[in-house]
């Protein structure tokens, strides 16, 4: 089970990317194991000195009854404290921000990939479209 957020490769360059664990409860990783979340209009911001990922959407769980979970709530990010201060360090300068690039499970463990990102111009992303398009031509 993976889940892509395919805007991210798109809006941001990836300078470097760290694995992270992610806290859940029961209920979210049943529906991340069924598939229902999205990694869309999410980001990564750093508070106390804990990593936390904002916005990240886990669809409600169908048998969860009273125990079930907000559907975008705050989850801590489970890092040692160096990487912590790398991705601090790194989404202070300029035009860097912290973006999750995918989530997946690992022995069974919910992952998520964290992507130290500097965003693209609009003639970037233009350029993106441009290859993209070369290479469904020449795969015809």
């Excluded at 089970?1 to 360059?13: G, L, Q, S, T, V």
């Excluded at 209920?27 to 106390?48: F, H, M, P």
């Amino acid at each position: 089970m993976e889940i892509i957020n395919r805007k991210a490769k798109f809006d941001y360059f990836i300078e470097s990317e760290i694995e992270a664990g992610i806290v859940l409860v029961g209920t979210e990783i049943k529906s991340l194991r069924k598939g229902s979340a999205d990694l869309k209009d999410t980001y990564i911001r750093i508070k106390n000195n804990e990593a936390y990922i904002i916005n990240m959407y886990i669809a409600k769980y169908e048998e969860g009854n009273i125990f079930n979970h907000d559907e975008r709530r705050e989850r801590k990010l489970l890092l040692h404290k160096k990487e912590i201060k790398k991705l601090e360090e790194a989404s202070k300068k300029d035009g860097y921000s912290l973006i999750p690039i995918r989530g997946y499970l690992k022995k069974n463990l919910f992952k998520i990939s964290v992507g130290i990102c500097r965003g693209k111009k609009n003639y970037d992303k233009r350029e993106a479209i441009k290859n993209r398009d070369i290479k469904k031509i020449e795969g015809r």
